[in-house]
C-alpha cells in the first residue's frame, strides 16, 4: 500500500512516505503496551490532562498550517479545513473540564453492603480512520481515549499520510509520551496482525461498510471489542410547515460541504408534492452559483473531490443510476479543469429498484424524492439499510420533534444541517454501524466498568 500525497487540485505526488515494517510494529505494541501499564499503575491522569490543553493549544496557533496539510492532502477548501482544526481544539477543551467528571466512580445504590464502579483504561487501542477529515477522525477517538489512558496506534487512510503524521507530530510535540499515539503506515495485514496481538484491546473504524465487516471479522475473531462508523444515506425532510427561508440557507450547504464527502451529509431529500418544484429551482440555482478551484484560494466554494478513484466511483454511481431510470435535473458534466472536480449533480426519479437507491454517493450528488405525505416521506427516509442521521424542517419543534423520533437513525437534526461537536454524541444504527464517539457516551466505549463491592456482614 502506497502512502503518498497526491494533490487533486493539481494531481502532483508532494510527498511519499515509506511502508512500516513488522520489526517497527511489533516495538510500536511494546512501547503502547507499557504505556498502559505505566498509567494504570501511576494513574497520571492531570499529566495528561495538560497535555490535551497544550495540544489544543497547538493546534489553535497552528490552524492555517495544519488546515494546510489537509488541504493538500484530500483537496478540501482551506476556510472548511481551518474550521476542522478548531474543531479538534474543542474537543481539547471539552474532554479537559469533564475528565474528572467522566472518570469519577459511579456509587451503586444497594441494601446489600457497598459498591461503586471504577472507570478504567483497558489497554492499546487500533484505530483505522478514513481521509475526508484527516485531523477531526482521528481527535475524536484519541482524545477521549488518551484521557482514560489507552495508547492509540493509527492506521489512517493511504491518501492523507501527511495530516496524520501531522497530527501525531503535534500530540508528541504537546509532552504525550511515546506510545500514546503511534500513527503507523502499515498494509491491511498488518492491521490484522495488531488486531490478534495480545496486547491490543479493541479497535475503532471509520469507513466503508466492506472495511468495517472485514476488520470487525478480525476483532470478533479475537475477541477484541470494536466500534464502527460506515458511512450514511441522510435523509433531509422538508415538512408542509417548513421555514423555507432556512431550507434555502441549508440545503445546499448540506450537501456541497466539503464537496459532498461527509457521512452525514444530506444526500436524499425528501419533498411534500406541492413544494418539489420549488425546491428543485432552489437547489439548481444554489449549485450553478458554486466556484470550482484551487482550495487553498479563499474564494473557491466548491473543491476537488479526494482523488481520481474517488471521482470516478462517484461518475460511475451516477452513470448507473441513469442506466436505471434516474433523471439527471441538473449537472452531470465534464468540468473543464485539471483537478479532481465533479460538477455538482441534481437527481430524481429514483426508483426502489434502481440499484443507486440504497448505495451512498460519496460527492455532491443530491438525489431529489417527491412524496405525498408526511407518513410517506418517513418510511422513505427508513426505507434504507443505513441509519447515520438525517434533517428533518420544521417550524414547530415538537412536530419535527415527533418526525425525528420515527426515523431509524443514530442522529437526529432540527432545522440545520449536520452538526459535529464535542458534548453532542456521533454513531448510527443498522449498517451505519455501532457504539458511540465523542461526548460521554464515546469515552464510555473503551473503559472497564469496574465493579467493587463488599457485601455487608
Not at 495540544?55 to 481551518?82: F, N
Amino acid at each position: 500500500m502506497a502512502y503518498q500525497t497526491i494533490n487533486p487540485y493539481t494531481n502532483e505526488i508532494e510527498k511519499t512516505f515509506e511502508n512500516t515494517t513488522d520489526e517497527e510494529l511489533e516495538q510500536t505494541l511494546l512501547t503502547a503496551h507499557q504505556l498502559y501499564l505505566d498509567w494504570r499503575r501511576d494513574n497520571n491522569l492531570e499529566e495528561r490532562k495538560r497535555v490535551i490543553l497544550r495540544l489544543g493549544q497547538l493546534l489553535r496557533a497552528r490552524r492555517t498550517e495544519y488546515a494546510t496539510i489537509m488541504t493538500r492532502d484530500m483537496g478540501k477548501l482551506i476556510g472548511e479545513a481551518e474550521g476542522e482544526v478548531d474543531l479538534c481544539a474543542s474537543f481539547c477543551d471539552y474532554y479537559v473540564a469533564h475528565a474528572d467528571e467522566f472518570l469519577a466512580p459511579d456509587i451503586i445504590a444497594t441494601t446489600t453492603g457497598r459498591a461503586k464502579v471504577l472507570k478504567q483504561s483497558l489497554g492499546v487501542l487500533v484505530a483505522v480512520e478514513p481521509w475526508n477529515f484527516p485531523f477531526y477522525q482521528i481527535a475524536r477517538v484519541f482524545i477521549p481515549n488518551f484521557i482514560i489512558g489507552n495508547p492509540m496506534i493509527l492506521k489512517d487512510a493511504s491518501n492523507c499520510p501527511a495530516s496524520a503524521q501531522a497530527f501525531a507530530e503535534a500530540v508528541k510535540e504537546a509532552g504525550a509520551p511515546a506510545g500514546s499515539l503511534t500513527n503507523l503506515f502499515i498494509s491491511y495485514d498488518q492491521v490484522n496482525k495488531a488486531i490478534a496481538d495480545k496486547r491490543v484491546v479493541g479497535v475503532c473504524l471509520t469507513g466503508s461498510e466492506r472495511g468495517g465487516a472485514t476488520v470487525a471479522q478480525e476483532a470478533g475473531s479475537n475477541l477484541k471489542k470494536n466500534t464502527m462508523e460506515l458511512g450514511g444515506n441522510d435523509a433531509f425532510i422538508i415538512l408542509a410547515d417548513a421555514d423555507w427561508d432556512l431550507v434555502k440557507k441549508v440545503a445546499p450547504a448540506a450537501r456541497l460541504y466539503n464537496a459532498g464527502q461527509v457521512c452525514t451529509s444530506s444526500k436524499r431529500f425528501i419533498v411534500l408534492e406541492k413544494d418539489y418544484d420549488r425546491f428543485l429551482k432552489m437547489m439548481k440555482e444554489a449549485f450553478s452559483k458554486v466556484k470550482m478551484g484551487d482550495p487553498l484560494d479563499p474564494l473557491t466554494t466548491l473543491a476537488p473531490l479526494s482523488s481520481k478513484k474517488a471521482k470516478e466511483k462517484l461518475q460511475a454511481q451516477v452513470d448507473l443510476a441513469v442506466k436505471n431510470g434516474a433523471k439527471v435535473y441538473y449537472g452531470n458534466k465534464p468540468v473543464d479543469l485539471s483537478g479532481q472536480f465533479f460538477m455538482p449533480t441534481i437527481l430524481t426519479d429514483i426508483t426502489p429498484n434502481n440499484p443507486i437507491f440504497d448505495t451512498e454517493m460519496f460527492g455532491p450528488v443530491a438525489s431529489v424524492y417527491k412524496v405525498k405525505s408526511e407518513e410517506e416521506a418517513i418510511a422513505l427516509a427508513n426505507n434504507s439499510s443505513y441509519g447515520l442521521g438525517n434533517t428533518v424542517f420544521s417550524k414547530d419543534y415538537a412536530h419535527a420533534e415527533r418526525v425525528a423520533a420515527k426515523i431509524e437513525s443514530g442522529m437526529s437534526w432540527i432545522n440545520a444541517g449536520w452538526a459535529s461537536l464535542p458534548e453532542l454524541p456521533f454513531g448510527g444504527v443498522k449498517n451505519s454501524g455501532y457504539g458511540r464517539e465523542l461526548s460521554s457516551y464515546g469515552i464510555d466505549e473503551f473503559m472497564n466498568k469496574h465493579l467493587i463491592y463488599e457485601a455487608r456482614q
